[in-house]
């Protein structure tokens, strides 16, 4: 007889400047969630745009980012969030940056969770912290019941903001290497897919209909060349105020400093074959060969 599923338990909660992972306690599970997780910059905003594209059959006008709330964000508060997604009528597919063991886990819900490159993951996440303007530290730092330090504007030197990161494990945001330890550990669930940033890359439409079958979600087949138009990278930063949160207000250049490049590799101009050899070392001691194999490559063993 087959042993009985051993389903994720909430362990912990999490506070800083951006989570307030209490939320979770309180939210109210329907069988049909999709969760959409990644540790951050890996695909979080493309793939919320997949979901939402191949669900509603293709249309331009989607407000994702309002749609697709990030729910452990502490802006704006629980108090203002949690009544807002309990109205909404469409099938949910909600956004989280936790680690496994600070999510509250439903075995009816369905996880997708999107890996890229560290590497790569930094490089996208100082272009999104170099450009937030004085309304994004604003949010964070001064809306009440911040928990922990501040965060500060980061350094010129992307170099340095590297280095930081490495040596505090995911300075100034939260932890890499446990986010993507705690969920490579339930991959094999029936209800988590793992998705690589690398995958969507190669090839976009193959990936998304994976994820529709996984999701249950029926493509119309008379809209597909259109719903994967919209989900392009040049489709959704020429449109990127429907994806991205508050209209791109948190960066002064706008939402489509939000949707960046959309690229892999732009670190190999800056970090030498020192500093990544570092990196792969170290992904290998704190993830296992396995993980870190697929965190670089998108490739299972």
Not at 22 to 27: C, E, Q
Not at 40 to 49: E, L, V
Not at 194 to 211: A, N, Q, S, Y
């Given at each position: 007889?087959?042993?009985?599923?051993?389903?994720?338990?909430?362990?912990?909660?999490?506070?800083?400047?951006?989570?307030?992972?209490?939320?979770?306690?309180?939210?109210?599970?329907?069988?049909?969630?999709?969760?959409?997780?990644?540790?951050?910059?890996?695909?979080?905003?493309?793939?919320?745009?997949?979901?939402?594209?191949?669900?509603?059959?293709?249309?331009?006008?989607?407000?994702v980012a309002e749609m697709s709330p990030w729910l452990d964000l502490r802006v704006p508060p629980k108090q203002v969030k949690l009544p807002e997604v309990e109205a909404q009528t469409h099938r949910r597919f909600i956004k989280t940056h936790l680690p496994v063991d600070a999510l509250v886990f439903s075995p009816q819900a369905k996880y997708i969770y999107i890996g890229r490159d560290g590497r790569d993951v930094v490089w996208s996440l100082y272009n999104?912290?170099?450009?937030?303007?004085?309304?994004?530290?604003?949010?964070?730092?001064?809306?009440?019941?911040?928990?922990?330090?501040?965060?500060?504007?980061?350094?010129?030197?992307?170099?340095?903001?590297?280095?930081?990161?490495?040596?505090?494990?995911?300075?100034?945001?939260?932890?890499?290497?446990?986010?993507?330890?705690?969920?490579?550990?339930?991959?094999?669930?029936?209800?988590?897919?793992?998705?690589?940033?690398?995958?969507?890359?190669?090839?976009?439409?193959?990936?998304?209909?994976?994820?529709?079958?996984?999701?249950?979600?029926?493509?119309?087949?008379?809209?597909?060349?259109t719903i994967v138009e919209y989900c392009s990278f040049d489709w959704m930063k020429a449109n990127a105020t429907k994806s991205v949160p508050l209209g791109g207000a948190f960066w002064d250049a706008g939402a489509e400093v939000f949707i960046n490049k959309g690229i892999n590799g732009r670190w190999k101009d800056t970090l030498t074959a020192e500093d990544s050899a570092r990196y792969e070392a170290l992904a290998r001691s704190e993830l296992g060969d396995a993980c870190a194999h697929w965190l670089q490559t998108g490739q299972r063993a």
């Open positions: 007889m087959p042993s009985a599923i051993a389903w994720p338990v909430k362990a912990r909660e999490l506070h800083s400047h951006h989570f307030d992972s209490t939320i979770w306690n309180d939210f109210r599970f329907r069988d049909d969630d999709i969760i959409i997780s990644t540790y951050a910059k890996a695909g979080t905003s493309w793939t919320q745009q997949m979901i939402a594209q191949m669900m509603f059959g293709g249309d331009p006008e989607l407000a999104h912290h170099a450009n937030a303007n004085d309304l994004w530290y604003d949010a964070l730092n001064n809306t009440p019941g911040r928990v922990g330090p501040p965060i500060d504007r980061p350094p010129e030197d992307i170099g340095q903001y590297w280095r930081d990161w490495m040596d505090k494990d995911g300075f100034p945001f939260w932890s890499f290497w446990e986010n993507i330890r705690s969920w490579w550990a339930i991959r094999d669930l029936p209800n988590v897919m793992m998705v690589h940033f690398t995958d969507l890359k190669r090839d976009l439409p193959g990936e998304m209909r994976k994820i529709a079958a996984f999701l249950d979600i029926e493509i119309d087949e008379a809209r597909w060349d």
